[in-house]
């Protein structure tokens, strides 16, 4: 790592020298992960640092914002070791994720660090910024809990490991996971093939997850059984679940009158998760969104719970975060305002009328 911190012709950054001393309950191969793979995935996410590490003491050497983030991970890497659980080059990341989220607390970052919703299949599902851990929670603790926010936040995701893990220790009795079929109208019996061949281009993303989490054997044993169920929302008319986790996806393309009608279908001892991205509305028209105003209608309501992801919390390529920003800017406008920049060409159409 001697490279990062060559300085920059023409400027030379202040070098700063930081210890840390390891438990001397803990070794330092828990600290460090297999084969220092820790260790290795901390200096590619801090490039402007340098680590050595002597029996259990860490020196780290870099710029001072560097240093500052390099000792983050490594605390955060010392108390998640503290809790018994293997460090991994995942755990580096997310501890980086962390730093600087004026959302943290200390007693935060352990929980986010240490917490696993569902291990299955030799992985284990894990929140990976605070905003999802505080999805998380608001999942446990409401009975009907809407997640809101951009793509890659795992919105979906978290809510399908939730469902599983419920289901696997028998605090429900099935999962049903559903979602809006916008782009064909809802109107499925005008496509051709089966139900099952109409509906699976929409419900894809549902059952993708599935197959992450269970025996991909299982599923259409389970499906079968009626112990998972996936269907577009229209098919949700006119029932009462039951003991059961569902799951609402894609609620941004969902009308007030087709929100009302899911959430009414709310049974005793369910959990509802209901998901969305209010900027991604694709009803036709000028059909309102009921994901855009259900907060105006619900907000206040004791056990259901609003729970807003954000740009911090997208966990897929770190391109994924810069491109939500980035359109997140462009629609608010120079101005400040999200019609903003439509306004040039408004002024220009409206100063030819004038001069004609």
């Known amino acids: 790592m ?30 460090l992960g297999e084969n220092d793979q820790a260790l290795a995935a901390l200096e590619d996410a801090v490039p402007d640092t340098d680590v050595h590490v002597r029996g259990h003491e860490v020196t780290l050497r870099g710029t001072d914002d560097a240093l500052r983030r390099s000792e983050h991970i490594m605390r955060s890497l010392i108390e998640l070791a503290g809790t018994g659980q293997a460090v991994t080059a995942e755990a580096v990341q997310r501890a980086a994720n962390l730093y600087g989220d004026d959302r943290a607390s200390d007693q935060k970052l352990d929980q986010v660090l240490s ?3 569902l291990s299955s299949r030799g992985r284990s599902i894990r929140p990976k910024t605070l905003g999802q851990q505080k999805y998380i ?52 019996g005008f496509l051709p093939g089966s139900l099952n061949e109409k509906i699976d281009p929409y419900l894809r993303p549902l059952s993708d997850a599935l197959h992450d989490m ?66 991604q509305v694709d009803l036709p028209g000028s059909q309102k969104s009921g994901l855009q105003v259900v907060e105006q209608v619900l907000g206040g309501i004791d056990d259901i719970s609003f ?20 359109y997140g800017r462009w629609e608010i406008g120079p101005g400040g305002n999200r019609d903003a920049r439509h306004r040039p060409a408004t002024r220009h159409h409206e100063q030819r009328e004038s001069s004609s």
């Open 2 to 31: 001697a490279d990062a911190l060559t300085p920059t012709p023409g400027r030379t950054p202040e070098v700063h020298e930081r210890k840390l001393a390891i438990p001397d309950h803990l070794s330092p191969f828990q600290v």
């Open 115 to 117: 917490r696993t919703v």
């Open 137 to 188: 929670d608001a999942v446990e603790s409401s009975t009907v809990t809407f997640g809101i926010g951009p793509a890659g936040t795992g919105k979906t995701y978290l809510a399908v490991a939730m469902a599983v893990q419920q289901l696997l220790s028998k605090q429900v009795n099935r999962i049903i996971l559903t979602r809006p079929a916008v782009e064909a109208g809802e109107r499925l």
């Open 214 to 279: 269970l025996d991909p054997e299982s599923i259409p044993r389970l499906m079968g059984a009626g112990t998972i169920e996936v269907a577009p929302l229209a098919y949700m008319r006119g029932r009462t679940l039951n003991d059961a986790f569902i799951i609402l996806d894609e609620a941004q393309n969902t009308t007030p009158e087709q929100m009302k009608m899911f959430l009414t279908r709310l049974g005793f001892n369910s959990t509802m998760v209901v998901t969305g991205d209010v900027t």
């Open 307 to 326: 729970c807003r992801l954000s740009a911090r919390d997208v966990v897929r390529h770190r391109l994924v975060s810069d491109i939500v920003e980035a």
